[in-house]
Every structure is written in structure tokens, then in C-alpha cells.
């Protein structure tokens, strides 16, 4: 089993400033890891994904997280945030070996704040 | 690609009553579907992994009784709660996995139950 950590509830941040969201994570098998960001009344919307390789992922809207296998963590960071970018964060894993059986565990959520 | 559409995207029934949400890929044949469960602000809580064409297997504590999951076909899933109560509104989210984990969860945009 896994288990997924995002010790922010709540991330207030001045339009333009830099940003880093925190998730750790805890698994006794390898994982892929996810960012999903929520709007309000909305389903998810992926914004990166770690599967192997490169530790610096890239995803969309200017974000990029880095995988530290030694520190458990998967941390989402962007140099600027916008107003838009106002919304909840959620951090996932899935076990790796699974075949994608197995559905996400979900951290539990980072509530962006984008203060002008 | 890789859409998930779901259906309603928000309903309000009587208690007692039975309510069908319906998950279906556009674009893809999903094999396996995964069914979620979002309190107010708080995380998404998997209730049950879908498998067309067999039974799903729900997660400790989801009665299978009372969430119903049928997947009839490659492209549809559909979560029924029969009897409901006040206590079932929520924010239910579909999520379809494409492919292999690879391609990470395509979601549902959720749909909002009251239960009054």
C-alpha cells in the first residue's frame, strides 16, 4: 500500500512569485507519481507525470516537480504564478508493477492561492 | 485524446430514490475504470476499481450493495446509489486508465449529488 503526504493545506502566494507545492510519499514497491490540479466543480487535470527516467519533469501551464527517490518526494514547482493558476493541487501515486490495476492514492490536496 | 466524459454533472434526487451516474470514454476503450469519492474540500477516496465485463472490486468499506458498478462495455461504466441518503451527497469522479499507466488517469468532469 502507499500512502501520499502533501504537508500544505494551504499555499498563499503573491501573483508572480515563485511557488513550490510539497508531496512525500511512502511505498515498498516503485511508483509513478502524478500532480492533478482541480477547479472548482471540476474533475482532474493532469499536469505532470514521473514514470522512470529523468528526475525533472515538465508538465503544462509552466510547471515541473522533482522526483527524489532518497527524500520520498515529488515537490511541483513554478518560477511565476498567475491568477489563474488559483486552485487545488493534488498529489498521486499508482504502484508501478501493478500494470495500472490499481487506481491512484490521492494526497490530500494543496490549496493554491493567488493573492494580486 | 484520451477523453472521459461523464454524465450528469450534477443531480438532485430524494432520499430513497436511486441515482445512475454514467462514465463513458470517447475516444478510447477503457478496460478498467475507477470511481471516486470527494468530500468537501478534502481528497478523492477510491470506492471501487471497474472491469468491464466482470465484477468490480470495491474498497474496504464502500458497500457494493448500495454503489452499484456495472461495465457492460469497453467505452461505458456507470455507478448507481440506490437509496439514497443525505449522508451520500458528494462529488463523484470517474477516471479511466488509457492504455497502461503510462499514459497516467484520464478523468471525469465529477458529478455533484444532494440528497434531500
Known amino acids: ?116 | 485524446g484520451a477523453v472521459v466524459s461523464q454524465h450528469p454533472s450534477w443531480v438532485i434526487c430524494k432520499s430513497g430514490t436511486s441515482v445512475k451516474i454514467e462514465c463513458r470514454s470517447l475516444d478510447f476503450q477503457a478496460t478498467t475504470m475507477f470511481w471516486y469519492r470527494q468530500f468537501p474540500k478534502q481528497s478523492l477516496m477510491l470506492m471501487a476499481t471497474s472491469n468491464e465485463g466482470s465484477k468490480a472490486t470495491y474498497e474496504q468499506g464502500v458497500e457494493k450493495d448500495k454503489f452499484l458498478i456495472n461495465h457492460a462495455s469497453l467505452t461505458l461504466s456507470t455507478l448507481t446509489v440506490t437509496s439514497a441518503h443525505p449522508e451520500d451527497s458528494s462529488f463523484y469522479i470517474c477516471s479511466a486508465r488509457v492504455d497502461s499507466a503510462r499514459y497516467g488517469y484520464t478523468f471525469g468532469s465529477g458529478t455533484r449529488l444532494t440528497v434531500v
Open chain 1, 1 to 116: 500500500a502507499q500512502s501520499v503526504t502533501q504537508l500544505d493545506s494551504q499555499v498563499p502566494v503573491f501573483e508572480e512569485a515563485p511557488v513550490e507545492l510539497r508531496c512525500n510519499y511512502s511505498s515498498s514497491v516503485s511508483v509513478y507519481l502524478f500532480w492533478y490540479v482541480q477547479y472548482p466543480n471540476q474533475g482532474l487535470q493532469l499536469l505532470l507525470k514521473y514514470l522512470s527516467g529523468s528526475t525533472l519533469v515538465k508538465g503544462i501551464n509552466g510547471f515541473e516537480a522533482e522526483f527524489n527517490k532518497s527524500q520520498t518526494s515529488f515537490h511541483l514547482r513554478k518560477p511565476s504564478v498567475h491568477i489563474s493558476d488559483t486552485a487545488e493541487y493534488f498529489c498521486a501515486v499508482s504502484e508501478a508493477t501493478g500494470g495500472g490495476a490499481d487506481g491512484l492514492t490521492f494526497g490530500k490536496g494543496t490549496h493554491l492561492i493567488i493573492q494580486p
